[in-house]
């Protein structure tokens, strides 16, 4: 496996979680890795993303001044901090590394996936 998401739970609105990616270091050390989640029929949604030293990052307006992004490269992982989370924020949360070295909005610009993790909020 060569990214791996976890964190995801059941959470009541207005709480938090954070969320993790573990890439190995092969997949990521060089490579931005973004955050995207899907909910129950919709569309893949990009939710935020940091280059491969951590020094870019964008977030989703839906999300901005809520979640966070953040890297630690000694351990290889890529974390997203959920804040002030609301029902229309449940969803799988998939993060996956980018072509390049910075991230994208786009899921058409990654090349690898892990295999998501679930977050339920409930009102």
């Known amino acids: 496996v060569q990214l791996q998401a976890s964190g995801g739970g059941l959470v009541q609105a207005g709480g938090s979680l954070r969320l993790s990616c573990t890439c190995s270091?092969?997949?990521?050390?060089?490579?931005?890795v973004g955050w995207f989640r899907q909910a129950p029929g919709k569309e893949r949604e990009f939710v935020a993303t940091?280059?491969?030293?951590?020094?870019?990052?964008s977030i989703a307006d839906s999300v901005k001044g809520r979640f966070s992004i953040a890297r630690d490269r000694a351990r290889n992982t890529v974390t997203l901090q959920m804040n002030s989370l609301n029902t229309e924020d449940t969803a799988v949360y998939y993060c996956?590394?980018?072509?390049?070295?910075?991230?994208?909005?786009?899921?058409?610009?990654?090349?690898?996936w892990g295999q998501g993790t679930l977050v339920t909020v409930s009102s």
């Open positions: 270091r092969r997949t990521c050390s060089n490579n931005g």
């Open positions: 996956a590394a980018s072509v390049s070295s910075v991230g994208a909005t786009s899921p058409h610009r990654y090349i690898s």
């Open positions: 940091i280059s491969w030293n951590g020094g870019i990052t």
